[in-house]
């Protein structure tokens, strides 16, 4: 069975940072993402087994970034409270998988809430 397990989230106020984890393995591509209530989950980053990443700029703005060592990591700076959501990581062992489609992921975490407030 995959297991993924996510840790970092928390309350930050504007401008601050956080940096979420997530330890999985047996994975090709693994993405972070985030969800408010009663909207889509959108995509943020992406990392694959090799080491390539793909963001989702039309949310990091520049802001996050995604990288790996014993786990993967989102860093995400200059939070603002827009960013407040629960944030997921998820992963995906097929071919052809699109990194910022939330729908090619198989396997998911069970989401860290972030919470930006003034």
């Known amino acids: 069975e995959v297991q993924l397990v996510e840790s970092g989230g928390g309350l930050v106020q504007p401008g601050g940072s956080l940096r979420l984890s997530c330890v999985a393995s047996?994975?090709?591509?693994l993405g972070w993402f985030r969800q408010t209530p009663g909207k889509e989950r959108e995509a943020i980053a992406a990392i694959s087994i090799g080491g390539g990443t793909t963001v989702n700029e039309d949310v990091a703005r520049g802001r996050f970034t995604v990288s790996r060592d014993n786990a993967v990591y989102l860093r995400m700076n200059s939070l603002k409270p827009e960013d407040t959501a629960m944030y997921y990581c998820a992963t995906a062992t097929g071919r052809g998988v699109r990194a910022l489609q939330p729908h090619d992921y198989t396997y998911w975490g069970q989401g860290t809430q972030v919470t930006v407030y003034s």
């Open positions: 047996g994975y090709l591509w």
